[in-house]
């Protein structure tokens, strides 16, 4: 079960934001990576409808933390708000990369990354978020490319946050950092 949300600033301890990635948790990742797949596939073809998931696309190995629990409660607000009667399943688990909410939603996939890609360049803790679109009958998840969006800048620079991160321009701790500010600054602003 999730923590409730504290009005305390959350920031992680220098100790747990340098952390290496382990052998053991890369395979944990790996093995979660085809459990989730499972269970999109389980969820569409129990409800024949796109599956979205939403998670916090924090930098470094710790990503179960406060500050992700946060981002993915007040985006899913807005999931929630926007898509409202369309939602039919909501599933909140705790993964190797994340808190992760998967929900079934009524509807076109490219109409709903549509909704999710306003959400993560208007919303101000959206640049946080990866909010995925997977259609019924299709391998993979539909892209920002093929509905003719620019990839996502990077937090810290106006580059592709993919180029950025495959080249680990940017040290873990500024990004980190720059998270940890915008999240006190969006806490100030919304208490």
């Not at 979660?32 to 409800?47: A, E, F």
């Not at 946080?128 to 997977?134: E, L, P, R, W």
């Amino acid at each position: 079960m999730e923590n409730q949300r504290t009005k305390e600033n959350v920031i992680m301890p220098e100790s747990q934001v340098l952390k290496k990635m382990t052998k053991e948790k890369y395979e944990e990742l790996l093995n979660y990576r085809v459990k989730k797949c499972q269970t999109i596939v389980k969820l569409h073809s129990l409800h024949r409808e796109p599956v979205m998931t939403l998670r916090a696309n924090y930098p470094g190995t710790l990503k179960n933390n406060e500050l992700t629990r946060l981002i993915n409660e007040e985006i899913s607000k807005t999931l929630v708000e926007t898509f409202q009667k369309k939602i039919l399943v909501e599933e909140k688990f705790d993964t190797p990369e994340g808190p992760t909410i998967f929900y079934v939603v009524k509807g076109d996939a490219r109409t709903l990354k549509e909704n999710a890609i306003f959400i993560e360049q208007h919303h101000e803790l959206g640049r946080f978020v990866d909010i995925d679109v997977y259609d019924v009958d299709e391998e993979y998840a539909v892209t920002r490319l093929e509905l003719a969006y620019e990839p996502r800048k990077c937090f810290l620079c106006d580059e592709p946050a993919k180029e950025c991160s495959r080249n680990k321009v940017h040290d873990v701790k500024d990004l980190i950092a720059f998270m940890e500010e915008s999240i006190k600054a969006y806490q100030t602003r919304n208490r």
